[in-house]
């Protein structure tokens, strides 16, 4: 069974960066893309940013565009957010996910992805 673990949340002032990380039990070349989405409390969970696996292209959803940076490291099996610039307005459960096909709809849809990690609190405070 595939585990999908994230760390690096936490509390942050309104301006301030945090840096996600999401580690993988198997290769993560074994997924065709891996993704970190977000939720709050009442709300859908939406996309913030996606990576190939193979080519590492990225994809960047409007919630959060310009403000974050999604990587990977292959050899560690584990795909890394970096966020800055970080509002009131993101504060959430931020979560990973992987994906083994190929997309059928959206990349940003969560129901694309098949394994989800168990999530991280961030909060953004003034």
């Known amino acids: 069974q595939v585990q999908l673990v994230e760390s690096g949340g936490g509390s942050v002032q309104a301006g301030g960066s945090l840096r996600l990380s999401c580690a993988a039990s198997?290769?993560?070349?074994?997924?065709?893309?891996m993704g970190w989405f977000r939720q709050v409390s009442g709300k859908e969970r939406e996309a913030v940013a996606i990576?190939?696996?193979?080519?590492?292209?990225?994809s960047y959803a409007d919630s959060m565009k310009g403000r974050v940076t999604i990587s990977q490291d292959t050899a560690k099996s584990m795909v890394i957010l970096q966020m800055n610039n970080l509002k009131l307005e993101d504060t959430a459960i931020y979560y990973c996910?992987?994906?083994?096909?190929?997309?059928?709809?959206?990349?940003?849809?969560?129901?694309?992805?098949?394994?989800w990690g168990q999530g991280t609190q961030v909060t953004v405070s003034s």
């Open positions: 996910a992987a994906a083994v096909g190929v997309r059928r709809t959206s990349i940003y849809s969560p129901l694309e992805y098949d394994y």
């Open positions: 198997q290769s993560i070349s074994s997924f065709n893309r």
């Open positions: 990576i190939y696996s193979l080519s590492q292209s990225t």
